[in-house]
């Protein structure tokens, strides 16, 4: 069974069109994140969920709407695409968000957005 | 402002060689280090942790952290073709619910 798995793998959509990206985890982990990475390999962190609950919303446009019904799930909706959405975006969960936290993440396999 | 700083090659190394990977980063209070290696079109996979001043070992791989130089590197020993990769240096921040920062990655080539 996958650990972290996202849906779609490849997502290609026209600008001004609304999509959502969908992540589930079965390790138990209580913290689940979205992270986009793009085209240079950057990843950087957009959002952050601990059991249900926003912990990190790091600047990114309010296009963008994460959504956790319980802590095993954390989608990503995002509105009105634009160009510049175009990237891989990665879901990851880790066992905890405490500040000497020794556990790294597990990442979904990607979702790779296109927008055209 | 946390900044995690690699240098982002390529890095060819020859096969059985030592690979040295190395990172550094801003804040002080950065309490965990991780490397991930990413192949091209895949997601990162955790490769090593280190939170404490030295060495630590895991087979073929070393990390070493250096806190008083903000500095952290990751060693990889008898090189294989099967190791070229993008490799991330991520740390955590202490005193809240930070996620990872990441480096921009080093693009690691090992040559038969």
């Known amino acids: 069974d996958t650990a972290v798995s996202q849906t779609p793998k490849y997502l290609v959509t026209q600008m001004g069109n609304d999509k959502s990206i969908k992540c589930e985890q079965n390790?138990?982990?209580?913290?689940m994140y979205w992270y986009k990475q793009d085209s240079k390999k950057f990843l950087k962190i957009m959002f952050s969920?601990?059991?249900?609950?926003?912990?990190i919303n790091e600047t990114v446009p309010n296009r963008f709407s994460p959504k956790s019904p319980d802590k095993a799930h954390l989608n990503l909706h995002i509105n009105s695409l634009e160009l510049g959405d175009s990237a891989v975006y990665f879901c990851a969960s880790s066992p905890s968000t405490q500040w000497n936290s020794k556990y790294g993440y597990t990442f979904g396999s990607g979702t790779r957005l296109t927008v055209v | 402002q946390k900044e995690v700083e690699q240098n982002s090659g390529p890095l060819s190394v020859p096969e059985g060689a030592i690979a040295s990977l190395n990172c550094t980063y801003s804040?002080?209070?950065?309490?965990?280090f991780f490397w991930y290696r990413q192949y091209s079109g895949k997601s990162p996979e955790l490769i090593m942790s280190?939170?404490?001043?030295g060495d630590k070992e895991d087979g073929r791989f070393t990390a070493q952290l250096n806190k008083a130089s903000q500095y952290v590197s990751l060693l990889i020993r008898d090189s294989q073709p099967s190791d070229s990769a993008t490799y991330l240096c991520a740390v955590r921040v202490g005193g809240g619910a930070d996620g990872l920062t990441f480096g921009k990655g080093t693009h690691l080539i090992i040559q038969p």
């Open positions: 804040d002080r209070v950065s309490q965990s």
């Open positions: 969920y601990n059991n249900k609950e926003l912990i």
């Open positions: 390790l138990g982990h209580d913290t």
């Open positions: 280190i939170y404490s001043n």
